[in-house]
């Protein structure tokens, strides 16, 4: 402020001008100073020596750089406008003074700096030195047909010791890569390499291939635009273009009308750290400031550039593709021919136009083929005991067998009030209410040998109503989830695109064919198969609710109170989730990741689910779960998937809460269905439990009173007790495979029982339904294998999943997952057409000779 004021007080009176003069003077000698102390790194008025060179390509220049002195090395070269040569500038520092050497390489069009030691700084900032530094000079392109250009190397430092140094310029041979073409090199993180690729004539596509034999150290593949500079060191390569960390195997598909150049560099850059590729972390450093040595990280690659696909294997892929489940379409048309012609003959045979009601009525007694079917006595061990039969159904028995005009009038009037009480409004409530019904469960559910006819004493449109509720509230389901999981992955593709980080999806880059915005079309395109053959259940489902309400309404007594009681429910539920987990596993697939795991696996476990609930409905329809109990528990099941993929991994107590809650539900379940919903969770639950022990096993001495339900449950305990047990010691990392297999595992357990006691029931399988069985186990048996070949998982990082990466195998457009995808469509079609058919031999057998099991 005082020299302020006194430079006020001097030159108050001077002139404008003048003032204007001073400052200029001023500033001039300021910048003098300052230029004079940053460059020549001494006092004011001390110069630098600058020596200029002319230098040659492929000559080694050994040399000594000091404050006091610049080196500038002067090249030329001949551009031609039809031919691109690489220029590489190599650096090798011998004796280092106390500050960096700096390298400043003067193009035309760029300038490239860089300082010697380099410091390239990895995770937590650690810096690492590198005193050998080669750079690729950047080569913008020549409008003319030859033109000499030059470029000038600067060395200077501010190190008053001096620093002696080696610098070579050469030329950089198959800088142009070529199609189809292997070409090795090496790169390491202060020396990466890059090269130009230029689209050949036709070629709209190709897939650039970086591969080594080294799995570390960790490395960087960019595919860049022609442009100065080039970003070719791990602190920049991400700025622009396509890049993606790799291992052993790193692939980009690049598109002609992405590069208006019709070229691009490919650029390889190694990583000073390999925590990107999954390697071990290195030390911390113990200062902030200090230097870790690098070590050798050296790394041999080589890269191919390829043509991609066209657009005639788009074309055929697509084709081949609906080509597939179309045949499943005709298929089903045909065998629905057959199956009519085959019904309207044996109906013509049986039932003749002179037959009386009475005549038609006793062929309720037999079976299709004539045989009457076997008493409940004749069941398996049921024979052995019986006497345990209640004295109502053998009555009930005796009296149908004995009488068959009566039941039919009996059934006729049965019929009439079932259709004169389904026109009023019926509810569920209404009867599970009364003190008779419930008196009548306590004694029908807990008798030794149950008939289908036991548990389907409910009014039908009761129940239809309450089967419809599962297909109303999976579609709801459906609309609510689909909606923001399009929105979001829509999202991850446009991230994608944007900002070019491969890393952020986990696709099979050597088999993965863009169309559009889409990065892998062909992946989304194998999913069809689940939305097409789901419509086709829906459509058969359809057909055969519509021929069963015709054959309620016209009163048809097979209808009525033969065969499995129909209710359709379960089956548009099954087919409506086999179509949205067609739709969900696309929309994974547009970016499969570590965050969107749970759209390709949340319809699985509700299908597995659905299906458990169709067998064991068949049985008993009057006590199967409601709707929102199937979902609440199917919820807890994803919400559980969640979190063992967030925390499941190598989180001991996560894994033991989780095996205890696993084994106390399947403990809850077996009890559940072991009384068939007679028992009561209470506070005296375990005092029951062991007065049951004492009576019956202890006193008695007398074994379980339902010995094949018992039979299921112990088995099922076991495999669900061994599938805990192993969770909690190994702890997969893959947590929702693990979930699937549980669920996977239970399904089959309960199929193979079903199977085995229907058969020990005396029923058969017809032939439709067999060649389903064989037909569905043959398909999954190859489904798996393709899915277990693991093209890529998200369970470890991006580079380490490139590694399992493999070339298309069928029709050069769909690989190994889009089989499984194919396959599994297909076994999932099988399988739900094995739940529709199998228990069509009982469509003629009444009710109370069909037995629960």
């Known amino acids: 402020m005082v020299f302020r004021s006194c430079w006020k007080s001097r030159h108050k009176n001077s002139s404008g001008p003048a003032r204007r003069w001073i400052r200029s003077g001023l500033a001039a000698l300021l910048w003098l100073c300052v230029t004079q102390f940053i460059c020549g790194g001494g006092a004011v008025g001390e110069t630098k020596n600058v020596i200029q060179k002319d230098a040659e390509f492929d ?110 310029v050469s030329r950089v041979e198959s800088f142009t890569l070529q199609t189809d073409k292997k070409f ?48 070719d060191l791990d602190n920049n390569v991400a700025f622009i273009g396509m890049y993606q960390t790799m291992t052993k195997k790193g692939a980009i598909t690049v598109q002609r009308k992405d590069f208006p150049s019709n070229s691009f560099y490919v650029v390889v850059v190694v990583k000073t750290e390999d925590e990107a590729c999954g390697g071990p972390l290195r030390f911390y450093p113990l200062r902030p400031d200090e230097l870790i040595d690098a070590g050798n990280r050296t790394k041999v690659l080589d890269v191919v550039v390829s043509p991609a696909i066209d657009l005639k294997v788009y074309v055929m892929g697509m084709l081949f593709c609906l080509g597939i489940f179309l045949s499943f379409y005709l298929l089903t048309l045909l065998v629905a021919c057959l199956q009519n012609r085959r019904i309207k003959k044996r109906d013509v045979f049986q039932n003749p136009a002179d037959m009386s009601p009475a005549e038609t009525a006793s062929l ?123 929105q979001l992955v829509i999202t991850y593709q446009t991230v994608v695109n944007v900002t070019g980080n491969q890393d952020i999806c986990f696709y099979n880059f050597l088999c993965a064919h863009p169309l559009g915005a889409l990065s892998a079309f062909n992946n989304i395109l194998s999913n069809l198969g689940y939305v097409m053959l789901g419509l086709l259940f829906l459509l058969i489902v359809l057909k055969r609710d519509i021929v069963h309400s015709r054959a309620l309404e016209r009163n048809d007594l097979n209808a009525l109170e033969c065969g499995i009681p129909k209710h359709f429910g379960l089956f548009y539920a099954m087919g409506t989730a086999l179509m949205m987990e067609g739709l969900l596993s696309a929309c994974y697939h547009v970016c499969p990741n570590y965050t969107n795991f749970q759209f390709d696996t949340s319809f699985m476990y509700m299908i597995a689910g659905l299906c458990m609930l ?148 005396g029923e058969r399988i017809q032939c439709l339904a067999l060649v389903c069985i064989l037909f569905t ?77």
């Open 59 to 168: 000559v080694t220049y050994n040399d000594t750089v000091t404050s006091e002195n610049q080196t500038i090395y002067a090249f030329n070269h001949t551009v031609s406008r039809n031919k691109t040569e690489g220029v590489r500038v190599s650096v090798d520092v011998l004796s280092q003074g106390e500050s960096p050497t700096l390298f400043v390489v003067r193009q035309k069009q760029a300038v490239l700096s860089f300082q010697v030691p380099l410091i390239l700084r990895g995770l937590y900032q650690r810096k690492y030195p590198y005193n050998h530094v080669g750079r690729t000079l950047c080569q913008p392109p020549t409008r003319a047909a030859s033109e000499t250009q030059y470029f000038f190397v600067d060395v200077s430092t501010l190190s008053s010791l001096g620093t002696n140094y080696q610098l070579r």
């Open 614 to 761: 169709k067998l064991y409905q068949k049985r008993h329809p009057d006590i199967n779960a409601s709707a929102y109990t199937a979902y609440a528990c199917l919820a807890a099941v994803i919400f559980f998937s969640v979190l063992g993929v967030v925390f499941g991994k190598g989180n001991t107590a996560f894994w033991i809460v989780f095996s205890v809650i696993h084994i106390l539900a399947t403990l809850l379940l077996s009890t559940q269905l072991y009384y068939m919903g007679r028992w009561r969770l209470d506070s005296g639950v375990l005092r029951r439990m062991v007065y049951i022990i004492y009576t019956d096993s202890i006193r008695q001495c007398s074994g379980p009173m339902y010995i094949d339900r018992m039979v299921l449950l112990v088995m099922g305990n076991i495999v669900n007790w061994s599938l805990a047990a192993y969770g909690l010691i190994e702890r997969p990392n893959d947590f929702a495979s693990y979930l699937l297999a549980i669920a996977i595992c239970n399904l089959l357990l309960y199929f193979a029982f079903y199977i085995i006691m229907k058969l020990r029931s």
């Open 184 to 231: 090795s090199f090496t790169a390491s993180p202060s020396q990466p390499q890059y090269f130009k690729y230029v689209f050949p004539d036709g070629v709209d596509t190709v897939i650039v291939k970086v591969n080594s034999d080294m799995t570390f150290p960790c490395s960087v593949m960019s595919v860049q635009d022609i442009q100065c500079p080039v970003y």
């Open 364 to 486: 309720l007694g037999k079976n299709g083929d004539g045989k009457t079917p076997a008493s409940p006595y004749e069941y398996g061990s049921f024979a052995d005991n019986g006497s345990t039969l209640s004295s109502e159904a053998i009555t009930d028995s005796a009296t149908s067998t004995d009488n068959n005009y009566g039941y039919m009038e009996r059934s006729l009037e049965s019929v009439g009030r079932s259709r004169q009480e389904s026109l009023s409004s019926v509810e569920e409530d209404d009867y599970d209410t009364l003190d008779d019904i419930n008196s009548d469960k306590n004694i029908v559910r807990t008798k030794k040998y149950l008939c289908v006819s036991d548990l389907a004493r409910k009014d039908k449109r009761v129940l239809s109503k309450k089967y419809q509720i599962y297909f109303w509230n999976i579609a709801t389901i459906a609309v609510f989830y689909a909606l923001p999981v399009i």
């Open 777 to 853: 186990a043959v398909v999954w048996g190859f489904a798996l294998y393709f899915f277990f070949q693991g093209l890529s998982t998200w369970q470890k990082t991006p580079a380490e999943s490139r590694e399992h990466n493999r070339d298309c195998i069928l029709l050069s457009f769909f690989d190994d997952h889009d089989i499984w995808h194919f396959l599994s469509s297909i076994a999932m079609f099988g399988s739900f057409l094995v739940l529709l058919t199998m228990d069509d031999d009982l469509d003629t057998v009444q009710r109370d000779k069909i037995f629960v099991f």
